[in-house]
């Protein structure tokens, strides 16, 4: 089984990490194959640069000239996962998604602990449409950009814990979700040191797209995610 | 006071209709602007097109290079508003959120007759986000395509009034939103033949756009819509 | 045009106060009529006073003997907008309404600084059955009767300016509405001192009123907002 | 324990029918009086209506000049209550809250029999906002008006019956609340042909008045319905 | 008119408090029958000892051979009262349900005063499903155990008040419901002392029970609470 | 890797397919040991027989003496999961959620297909408390019993696709859930004939539960399912 996990910024070294985390849950014949759009922001921290990213998202996936048989989406409240559905055949797993979803089953409440202050509306507004909202106690920033979380883990770690808990202390959170592709590898620190479970959205989104795969299931096509009518389009090279 | 008409779809003949529609309402002094995106699909109906239009408007905004106090986003449900919104000091209207606000103000409860099925849930994702979900009463699908619906004015007629007086009947609407820019011009004779108030979204942003700028209000930059943060980015904004 | 503008207390000088806020934004040709009504309260903070106020407004609208376009009901929070709505021809805008409805199109979240905290729970209540409230951050009392406001300008701007900066930094508003007809002239000072855009509910009332107006649109007469049926009615002056 | 039941109609033939109801479940000692409202119209079916009987009401309760332990509001989805609370010390019940209340404790989900169709969104509007909605299958109507279902009821029984029995059906209610004074009468016969429990409201507000008296329950003074302030009140003559 | 009150824990002390607390309220002719489970934890304090005692009053119910006319199931926040409703023909009130629904009679928002933390979302979530939970402004925790309560009143009287006081203040409850079993006896003072109204649940639940018997009313049997069908059942003793 | 499938009826014919279709998905290397429980009723077709199962469920596993890695709990929409979750150091899937949150990664909104109407609103209700019910479109039965769609399988297919079908065109769901133990083995020819991914609980389940137990997570215990607090319990055989 193939799996591409496509990273929303254009910084590589987040790619590498975001392959590794990834690799480190895969099971036994899971190929995963990271991938870096091909335009757009270094790192996504907000609506227009999320944007770009959902369009480069798709670009990079449709680009890609081999088979597969999921992919998924490493970007942490971004837009574009339907337009992905859309396009393709295979599963399409976000790590929004993914996280939230994992988190509800393993306690009553779970908190999300993301990048800057700005971002925390995009992911608030991305659980509400997956319908994973209901049981989310808050989202809260560290405070750190993405770049800062990625370079410098002990700083984010320091920043992710704090706010991970008060979030279990006020916002009575019972489950941590890392928000943010840039602080791969850190779940198990703080999980350690907050005491209560920690869910890192790549790894998550791995098992539940081999999950589907196995199961043979993939995304409806009756209404919402048809794939798009014929129709001439201006200035999109993947088509 | 100018004010930029962005449409969605790279048809250059709905650019035409919006337009002229926007210019029937503009008050004395306003003039109207309308732009067709450098990219993207003919007509939009689905997400994929719809993110790939969220680019190519700001894209196209970006590349207009005149002064200008606001700007309307001329798609029914499409994404995007918010990257704009980031991007400009000016006011932002989407023309879904225009016309639901204004609905609101003439009854109970509306509804919104769109174009084809698949877009529905578009539509309603939007509106949810908004926060002027609440009191719709349904979005029903006149299934005519957006193409259609520009060409033959009069099956378009026939098809969203019915949807029209299924809204009205049925779910309870007492105002119908006209979902789909190529519905211009047909508001009239449906709110004649249904009884009801028919609000189309461009005008209705009209009148908005001109009263956030007469009232010296523009979007707040504290936090969602804060301007994008200075970073690299690759392949915008030209493509 | 003619737009009439009713107080709902019968303090003479918040009509005046109203009034002059209102034509500040009048367009060229609109011509604003403030009325007081013949009953109630001096000043409204709690239901029994907003209930009276419903009927006073009423009463006051529908004596008024000459042509007009539309109303403005100039009270936060108060009953009775529906009832002006089964009454009249023309459109009935409420300002708690076209202040949550103008916010929602400035920023993510908006909160509202009214007088006192007992009519926090009206306010409330009113932008929930106006489908408005999903989007308010919070409703907050500067501890300020309206009489006060209205009387010590100097002191209600530090009251408010202060549950605004909580607003902003606590709730995560990002658009300030000015809760209370007493608060009027004081919108530009508070956006200076916080940062964020303020909205006062009379002068957007009057652009919105204005919009209706020029784009033909009145209340839907098919159900909630139909006249009253033809029935004896004991003791109501205007009918 | 003396308990006023207030009309919200000025006809008085609804009074007498109300008054009987609630004796026929009165408890030894219980002392029923039916009010009658001194203005308004004989029949509320509307918004205008409805406010100007929240004023009627008030103060036929203000000028009735003997001691009494609680008040019942006997109309259904009326405005008003909240103004009686803040007037009185002792218990206001509606009879809209009491039937909806009630029936939360006998099915999973009720539905409302009213009068005609206007009347159902003034219904729904003051069970969101008492917070009794959630489990409110459907709100439907009989098609007559209160005065017809008072005068004729053959008719109304069959009329009542029939939406009933299709809440029952289509709507999944396992309870029915006759939402009107003028169905006073009525339950047995319903409760027998449709196979599920019929909640008169007048006839729970009673036991509920009466539940509270004892309990030595009534309304919190602390914030929402605090007594009015002193202050200047013009044209109101109970105070 | 008979009504049993069941105590959802084994601890006998208990189910004397809560008996005499039901009987100091009881009508005239009614008799409280108290019951004690004959299996289930001493005190119950979280989802698995609620769901032994969910089946242990169904089971002590069952077992019960002389004829009554009402069960409260006197455990806050408990599971199981849908299995009563199934297993009798007569109507079934759990105190959490009695105690909301009659706070919300009496303020605008209620707050719930518990045992521990840990059975805060329980509460929550039996009050979600009862569709009593929108205007519930707070569940708040006292800290001490159910036992503690019941054997320290002078400590339970302190840790409750504190709690009512931080409930009122900061979450703006109104009224105050005493949220377990063990506080019986508590509520006067704690009102005293307050300055809000507080709503026991055994009480309310008595009042409550007494009204459907006298109103001739009972669970509805058409579709969530009919009777359970005819099978095989290994191991229950009761029926 | 051992995963317990407990069923929830005493019906052994179920256990048995319910766990070869939980081997058919497992992984190599995992071991699935079914569990029938030693009381309760031979289908769950309400609360009470819901909440036997419950208790049932929890004794079951807790008498089992070997260790193991995760326990599902193979019932749809009954009672319980939470207890387990206290009682145990291992992940706890119940296939209810399971399939609810498999079906949001496949479509905007899925439908479930059940046995009897009666047990529709426990389903409905037990995804409320999940959070997974925004996006269910409807639940909807077949009008089979449990053991009917056991024992006749070309019956249940014709039944549960007519729902699923309806589900489909007039609810809009884009996937359809097999809502009960009974249907085991009938995903793929529902997924045949209506054209839309099938979800099976089960198997759901069963990767779900690998997947938590892979990437090394398990119920949080810092609050709701904190292990129960050591306590004298009478009548429970497994503690």
Redesign the interface.
């Known amino acids: 089984m193939r799996i591409l996990v496509v990273n929303v910024n254009?910084c590589e070294s987040i790619t590498q990490a975001i392959t590794r985390q990834a690799q480190s849950?895969a099971?036994l014949g899971t190929e995963i194959i990271g991938l870096t759009p091909?335009?757009?922001?270094?790192?996504i921290?907000?609506?227009?640069?999320?944007?770009?990213a959902?369009?480069?998202v798709?670009q990079r996936v449709m680009a890609y000239d081999q088979p597969f048989d999921a992919v998924i989406q490493a970007g942490y409240g971004e837009?574009?996962r339907?337009?992905l559905?859309?396009?393709l055949e295979v599963?399409?797993?976000d790590i929004t998604?993914a996280a939230a979803?994992?988190a509800?089953?393993?306690?009553?409440?779970y908190s999300v602990v993301t990048s800057l202050?700005?971002t925390?509306?995009?992911i608030e507004?991305r659980l509400?449409?997956?319908?994973?909202?209901?049981?989310c106690a808050s989202v809260r920033a560290s405070g750190l950009?993405v770049l800062e979380l990625e370079q410098d883990p002990e700083r984010a770690l320091q920043a992710i814990l704090q706010q991970a808990e008060i979030a279990?202390r006020e916002d009575?959170a019972?489950?941590i979700c890392l928000g943010c592709g840039g602080m791969a590898g850190l779940a198990e620190q703080i999980r350690q040191r907050s005491?209560?479970?920690v869910?890192d959205g790549v790894?998550?989104a791995v098992?539940?797209a081999?999950?589907?795969v196995?199961?043979g299931?993939?995304?409806?096509k009756?209404?919402?995610?048809?794939a798009?009518?014929a129709?001439?389009?201006?200035?999109?090279p993947a088509r």
């Open positions: 254009t849950v099971a091909h335009f757009g922001a270094e790192s921290e907000g609506n227009f640069e999320s944007y770009l959902a369009v480069a798709m837009h574009g339907e337009g559905q859309e396009l599963p399409v797993v998604d979803s994992t509800m089953f393993l306690g009553h409440a202050d700005r925390v509306p995009l507004d509400r449409l997956s319908g994973l909202w209901q049981r950009a279990v009575k019972e489950v005491g209560v479970p869910v790894t998550a098992t539940l081999e999950s589907l196995r199961l299931l993939s995304t409806s009756v209404r919402t995610y048809a798009p009518r129709k001439a389009i201006v200035g999109w």
